[in-house]
């Protein structure tokens, strides 16, 4: 006689990312503000880790940003070689203090992409979001 194994999981992502995925599945990004140091924070938090208090107010920020950082990825996570490289990115968000998003860029190349290359949004169409940061298929340039 075996023991049947009945492992459940369930995961909170909390008032701050909750919302922040809310927004994604509905083609907006939030962020929060604390009113004491003026930050805008991306992603969300509920507590400013600057002035050591709660932050005040959600904030909808445009999809457009600057490219921050990025690196060009020959392989794949499982480090089997892609085809075509991937470039990925961190993108400073418009209207953040230095908050930023790392994912993918597309409709450029590694030759092409730059750091301060200014990039937008491009959105699964509404019936396709599930509330999640792939909800924003890339980034691209502006």
Known sequence: MGWIRR?????????????FLAGLREGRLLARRCRRCQRVLLPPRMFCE?????????VHLPDTGTVDTYSISHVRWDASPL?????IAVIEMD??????????????????????MRVQAAWKPPPEREGSILDIRYFRPL
């Open 7 to 19: 492992a459940r999981y369930a995961w909170d992502t909390g008032v701050a990312i909750g919302r």
């Open 50 to 58: 600057q002035c050591f208090r709660p932050t005040d107010e959600w």
């Open 83 to 87: 085809e075509e490289p991937i470039v």
């Open 95 to 116: 209207g953040t203090s230095r908050g930023g998003l790392l994912h993918y860029l597309r409709e450029v190349t590694g030759d092409e992409v730059c750091i301060g």
